[in-house]
């Protein structure tokens, strides 16, 4: 069992820059080769993913983030954070840490098996 809480969200303005982190806990040997990820969910849209690291370390990111979010996790693999820049209204969402089998490069929902609560990501123009 892995347990996930992010933390680091809140209201920016468009321009800005904000990152998000996410505590892992449970048995290491369960989550030391879990794909990890990060999604969200804005109001009327279904849940996107925005960053995924995967188990042997590749990352992949949606293309709306591409050059602007930065996936990374700590050496020992407890923290992962989410390193946004130059946000727009556009990603304005709740986003939530991910952690799943060994493949996640599409990013999907079903890659993952545990959840965090979220945290809520406002940029305003």
């Known amino acids: 069992q892995v347990q996930l809480q992010e933390s680091g969200g809140g209201s920016v303005q468009s321009g800005g820059s904000l990152r998000l982190s996410c505590a892992v806990s449970?048995?290491?040997?369960?989550?030391?080769?879990?794909?990890m990820g990060w999604l969200r969910e804005a109001p009327g849209k279904g849940r996107e993913g925005v960053a995924a690291?995967?188990?042997?370390?590749?990352?992949s990111y949606a293309d709306s983030v591409k050059g602007r979010f930065i996936i990374s996790q700590d050496n020992d693999k407890n923290t992962l954070y989410l390193q946004m820049n130059d946000l727009t209204a556009e990603d304005t969402a709740v986003y939530y840490c991910?952690?799943?089998?060994?493949?996640?490069?599409?990013?999907?929902?079903?890659?993952?098996?545990?959840w965090g609560q979220g945290t809520q990501v406002t940029v305003s123009s």
């Open positions: 991910a952690a799943g089998g060994s493949f996640c490069y599409f990013r999907r929902p079903s890659d993952f098996d545990f």
């Open positions: 449970g048995s290491t040997y369960t989550y030391a080769s879990l794909c």
């Open positions: 690291l995967d188990g042997d370390g590749s990352t």
